[in-house]
């Protein structure tokens, strides 16, 4: 089992920079597949990101695809992702999910989940 806690959230610009991070507590983290999602406002939760054990394959959502870079760091248990470019689209609670066996981009896929943490994009 494991735990994850996300951080990193917060109020910017359009245009600005944010690097959230989901800190994993429990055992063996790299042996956990790791995503990213976000839910706006009324909006269904949807992928942004995810990354093998390793960090050797990412995938992204096209929306985010050359903006945001998801890494993860299996000695400090925690994985990141870097927002560049954000937009008021971005508004949303972003969530990390854990998993043992691959998977991308449903989250149904994925067993453990975070609390969240809100970034907001105004213009």
């Not at 960090?55 to 400090?76: C, L, M, Q």
């Not at 927002?83 to 994925?110: E, I, N």
Request: a positive charge; charged letters at 20%; one cysteine or more.
């Amino acid at each position: 089992q494991v735990q994850l806690v996300e951080s990193g959230g917060g109020q910017v610009q359009a245009g600005d920079s944010l690097r959230l991070s989901c800190a994993a507590s429990g055992r063996a983290f790299s042996s956990y597949f790791i995503a990213w999602f976000r839910q706006g406002r009324g909006k269904d939760r949807d992928f942004v990101a995810s990354i093998s054990w390793t960090g050797g394959t990412t995938y992204y959502a096209n929306s985010v695809k050359g903006r945001f870079t998801i890494s993860r760091d299996n000695v400090k248990n925690a994985v990141y992702l870097q927002m560049d470019g954000l937009r008021p689209g971005d508004t949303a609670v972003y969530y990390c999910a854990a998993v043992k066996q691959a998977a991308v981009r449903s989250p149904s896929d994925y067993d453990y989940w975070g609390q969240g943490t809100q970034v907001t994009v105004s213009s």
